[in-house]
């Protein structure tokens, strides 16, 4: 039986779609109903990697888990990974397959479109309910000829659609009848509720904008959700760290994660700011920059075209005056490749550049294959002997590493058991680097980095009693915004349209 279908659309892009999903999700999960996400192209250079090694957007891999599902391929069959602002790398079915332009969208699609359908019907044929999730505005209509991921896809599932806007940014009331009135009349029948996000105020203030939007489009508003501060869960892009103001309290240990032009995989650092002792910089401008405890290179897109900027900006120059400082520098897959003695790349699979000096401050060398590993992994911290988890996503292989200086020995998900080195430091310790992703997240491991800080800095560690499990604080997090989604719209309305029933409280959806 092939499953109903509930589809998330936005005036604009960056209006909540991500989070509506994941909280849709969430609450149907909690009833009961065997619930999936899908989004049939994402773009995006924050990606998580599924149990048989594809990778998907990170957006999906967390509103799986909010749904207590394993993260799936098919619940992101395409997903584009800027590397320029003309080029993208195009992933489909969780693997590379070419790079694109801009002006490349036709053959694209010829090669995406059958992916898409085969996605969505297995998914189809698995659950009772899918929430699908569109991309940018819902009114793009220059796009719309090459449309593959909204007015497509909700002919494909048949499904309703809720509009979502941000009041936030002023106008939504304005967007929303723009909306509808620009789409195909075929399109507006499908809008069957109006959702309004991020409201700050006394609501009585907006009630008669909303029955006059409601006369007009002849749509009802099914609710109004508040504005909700540190939401907990991952962000779908970098575009959320735009304008991110510098956090000034008094916390014993500051960190600064260098925001690159082509930043992969931030969430690695969103575990650290649910620790009390820690403030958390996302900096551009070295000469603007605090000085920081520990300074991160995270992941990157583009690590040669990264590693230029990084120079041109002068933050090697900061890097100088952080070591004299006594200064923790903190590596991760990109950043790591930048901090060895080279960059080897001659058959031009991330740049025109051959050989690459990197920041010579740890004796490794990264040569780029065209074979991409995309890798849940486990294993153990060395020196601590303390259990790790996490994924890799690189071209780049990291020579320079074996069993006498490691700092992590892993196995990955999809080789054949055997274990692997991972991980270089600096004869002080104070410099690391790996190439995985989301270590943080293993509670111990986090504390532990953060007491060797602290106690470079003179202060006592703080420990592991009590310490907060990542996946913890996430699933916190997804029953906190299902919550608000409850109790600020109507679900049974909501559940009617999507075809199922809305029976609130039965069941908890489990965690995986």
């Known amino acids: 039986m092939r499953a109903k279908a509930l589809m998330v659309m936005g005036t604009a892009s960056d209006v909540g779609k991500s989070v509506v999903v994941t909280a849709l999700g969430r609450s149907f999960a909690r009833t009961g109903i065997s619930v999936a996400p899908f989004k049939s192209q994402n773009m995006s250079n924050n990606a998580a990697v599924c149990a048989d090694g594809g990778e998907i957007g990170r957006a999906q891999a967390v509103q ?41 969208h036709e053959s694209y699609r010829s090669r995406a479109w059958p992916e898409i359908v085969a996605s969505y019907e297995r998914l189809a044929r698995k659950h009772d309910l899918i929430v699908i999730e569109g991309a940018g505005g819902a009114a793009e209509i220059n796009l719309r000829d090459r449309d593959i991921v909204n007015w497509a896809i909700a002919e494909l599932a048949d499904a309703p659609v809720l509009l979502v806007s941000d009041i936030d940014k002023g106008g939504a009331l304005a967007s929303i009848v723009g909306t509808i009135e620009l789409i195909a009349p075929a399109e507006r029948r ?25 006369e007009r489009t002849g749509v009802p508003v099914l609710g109004v959700l508040p504005y909700q501060h540190e939401l907990g869960i991952a962000q779908e892009d970098s575009a959320g760290l735009e304008g991110r103001p510098i956090r000034v309290n008094t916390a014993a240990v500051s960190v600064g994660v260098v925001r690159l032009p082509r930043i992969s995989n931030f969430t690695d650092f969103e575990a650290l700011e649910t620790e009390a002792d820690i403030a958390l910089h996302y900096v551009s401008d070295p ?103 996490g994924y890799e996503i690189h071209s780049g292989r990291i020579s320079g590493v ?51 800080v602290r106690s470079s800095k003179g202060l006592s560690p703080l420990g592991t009693t009590a310490v907060a499990e990542a996946k913890d604080e996430r699933f916190a997090a997804f029953d906190r915004i299902a919550d608000v989604l409850e109790r600020h719209i109507d679900m049974s309305r909501v559940a009617a349209l999507a075809g199922v029933r809305w029976a609130p409280g039965t069941i908890h959806a489990a965690q995986v």
């Not at 993260?71 to 080029?87: A, F, T, Y």
């Not at 969780?94 to 490349?104: I, N, V």
């Not at 002080?428 to 270590?439: A, F, K, N, S, V």
Request: one cysteine or more; a negative charge.
């Open 190 to 214: 499908r809008i069957a509720g109006i959702l309004i996000n991020k409201f700050r105020g006394d609501i009585t203030l907006l009630e008669p904008g909303l029955k006059l939007l409601e």
């Open 64 to 104: 799986a888990e909010a749904c207590g599902l394993q993260p799936s391929v098919d619940m992101n069959p395409v997903l584009l990974k800027p590397e320029s602002e003309l080029g993208c790398q195009v992933v489909i079915a969780g693997r590379p397959r070419f790079h694109m332009k801009a002006r490349d």
């Open 402 to 452: 074996n069993a006498s200086n490691a700092l992590f020995k892993v196995r990955r998900s999809g080789a054949d058991g055997a274990e692997i080195f991972d991980g270089a430091s600096s004869g002080d310790g104070r410099i690391i680097g790996t190439t995985i992703h989301g270590l943080f997240d293993s509670a111990a491991f986090r504390r532990n980095f953060i007491d060797n």
């Open 287 to 389: 000469l603007a920059a605090p000085a920081v405890d520990v300074l991160v290179l995270p992941g990157s897109k583009n690590t040669v075209a990264d590693l230029s900027w990084l120079r041109e900006c002068g933050w090697e120059d900061y890097i100088v005056r952080h070591l004299r400082r006594s200064g923790w520098i903190l590596g991760v897959c990109g950043g790591y490749q930048m901090l060895g003695t080279r960059i080897v790349d001659p058959d031009g699979v991330e740049s025109f550049r051959p050989i690459t000096t990197g920041l010579g401050l740890l004796d490794i060398e990264t040569i780029f294959e065209s074979g991409k590993i995309t890798e849940r992994i486990s294993g153990v911290h060395l020196p601590t002997g303390l259990a790790i988890e």
